[in-house]
Structure formats: C-alpha cells, structure tokens
C-alpha cells in the first residue's frame, strides 16, 4: 500500500522560499503523476500543481511563477519550493498522488493517495 | 477556471441518516468530477470517481451521481466515522478545483 509523508519546516519568514519534500513508501514514482494541495480556512483546498515521474510539471496559474516542483527517483520523492512567502500561503500542505486511466475514449484523473498534510506558517 | 459550488455548507445528522450533498459546476464538466472525504488528522479518502465510480475499498453506502454541470454524493446510512467534510473536485479541464466544502456533524 503506497503512503506518503510529507517534510520541512513548519514555519518561514515571509519574502523567503518554502522547501517541502515527499517520501514515498510501498511503491515507486513511475507511471503517475505527483502533486501537491494546500488547505487554508480562507482559500479551501488549492491545487497546485502536479508532476510527471519523467519531470514534466504543470502547474496552477494562480501561484505564477513562483513553484517549483521536481523528482527524484533515487530517493523516491518528490518537492515542492513556493517563493515570495507572504502570510497568505500559511496552510496544510498536502502531498498526493494522481491516478489517471485512459478509458473510454478520455483520461480520467483522481487523487487516489494523500499525506497526512504538514502545516506551514509564514511569519516573522 | 472552473468554479464548484457544494451544498449545503454544512449539515447536521444521525448516525443511520441519510445524507446528500450537491456540487454544482459553472460549466459542463462531463462525469470528471471526483468525492473525497476529510477529517481532521486524518488521511483525506477518495470516495469517488468518474461520478459514479467507487474506489476500491470504499463501502458501498456510498454513491456518487450525475453529469454536466449537477452531481450527488449520498451516504445511504451514516455511520460514526463519516462525519467529516466532504469536497468534490473536477478534472475536466484547466487547474484542479475544488468546491468549498460540506461539513457533516453530529446530530
């Protein structure tokens, strides 16, 4: 059964960059794509973005041009780095997996693994 | 973006209830919309798929409906550990959303 469990700091001062990174147990990279949610009482659940064992990334417009994602298949994970902290991106970080199924003529995309979430707070 | 509305926000319920939630898209969206359930400290679960699809090992209590732009999650008999909060998601197309949300609480 394949778990994730993210890691990194709890807290970050705003202007800096937010380094997250996921371990997976039970199972490899290859074949899906790897993602990242965030949960915040004021903006709900946000995606992110994802990105393909190969390390092709697609990400939320809304973050712009500040992530980054990447992959390491050596180590078996997988991160995320958020720039230009401010205290809107104070949230519980998600790391998932997407599953996708090609079937009846279209690709169908569901979250089927999720971390336990690990909480972030921008502050001075 | 595609925007999802869910209601209600929140509900109050007993165990043996059963429970609809409503997710409204603002846009035809196929069947690409998935349920997933979260509690506090927990593992969040995908539910469901496709609309209707059950994941494997997700009781089937569970049922998701729909197409277009209305779909149903129904829990036909609630039991202690479904009192969560329940988000729908769509995988349609452009990024990922998701609706904001039902809280389901005991009675």
């Known amino acids: 059964q394949v778990q994730l469990q993210e890691s990194g700091p709890g807290l970050v001062k705003p202007s800096e960059t937010l380094s997250l990174r996921c371990t997976v147990s039970g199972g490899s990279l290859n074949s899906y794509y790897w993602g990242w949610i965030r949960q915040s009482p004021g903006r709900g659940l946000e995606w992110i973005g994802y990105?393909?064992?190969?390390?092709?990334?697609t990400y939320n417009p809304s973050f712009k041009s500040r992530v980054t994602m990447s992959v390491d298949t050596s180590e078996n994970q997988f991160s995320l780095k958020l720039s230009s902290l401010t205290a809107a991106d104070t949230a519980l970080y998600f790391c998932?997996?997407?599953?996708?199924?090609?079937?009846?003529?279209?690709?169908?995309?569901?979250?089927?693994?999720w971390g336990k979430g690990t909480t972030v707070t921008v502050s001075s | 973006d595609i925007q999802l509305t869910q209601s209600p926000s929140s509900l109050s319920a007993s165990v043996g209830d059963r429970v609809t939630i409503t997710c409204r898209a603002s846009q035809s969206i196929n069947t690409f919309l998935n349920w997933y359930r979260l509690k506090s400290g927990e593992t969040p679960n995908l539910l469901i798929y496709g609309a209707s699809t059950l994941q494997t090992g997700v009781p089937s209590r569970f049922r998701g409906s729909g197409s277009g732009t209305d779909f149903t999650l129904t829990i036909s008999s609630l039991q202690p550990e479904d009192f969560a909060t329940y988000y729908c998601q769509q995988s349609s197309s452009g990024p990922r959303t998701f609706g904001q949300g039902t809280r389901v609480e005991i009675k």
């Open positions: 990105i393909f064992y190969g390390g092709s990334a």
């Open positions: 998932v997996r997407h599953h996708y199924t090609y079937w009846n003529g279209y690709y169908w995309d569901y979250i089927d693994v």
